[in-house]
């Protein structure tokens, strides 16, 4: 849909995707593709808001990414997998990402049980 180039800072916002990932994966680089022309400000203030998370002195990129992963991995989030891979590319080992994935799958299981348990007490 794009019908103009992307402004400087949107495009550095984009290529930081590249930058993490190795490639602008398909879901931002369609937000990049229609938002840049429909709202411009929208997508810069989503973008602001993702460098302010990702990029912090509190946890390194390797951390973020692996928490990332073992988010969108409970969520069943296709999104994962690219986290995985930025996982690597800052320095995770397998069984670093493993770990977060037996965690996802801990937490995906345990919450219905949780929360079920919980409720059923209430009753």
Excluded at 38 to 53: C, K, M, S
Excluded at 55 to 68: A, M, P, V, W
Aim: hydrophobic residues 50%.
């Amino acid at each position: 849909m794009s019908t103009h180039s992307l402004s400087p800072d949107l495009a550095a916002f984009r290529d930081s995707y590249a930058s993490l990932f190795g490639s602008v994966p398909p879901l931002p680089a369609a937000k990049f593709e229609f938002s840049s022309d429909v709202d411009p400000e929208a997508l810069r203030l989503a973008e602001q808001l993702r460098a302010h998370a990702f990029n912090s002195e509190i946890f390194d990129t390797k951390t973020t990414q692996l928490i990332l992963f073992g988010i969108l991995l409970a969520q069943g989030s296709p999104a994962a997998r690219f986290h995985a891979i930025a996982s690597r590319r800052a320095g995770a080992t397998w069984e670093e990402l493993h770990k977060v994935m037996e965690l996802a799958a801990a937490v995906a299981a345990l919450g219905p049980f949780n929360n079920g348990s919980a409720l059923l007490n209430e009753l």
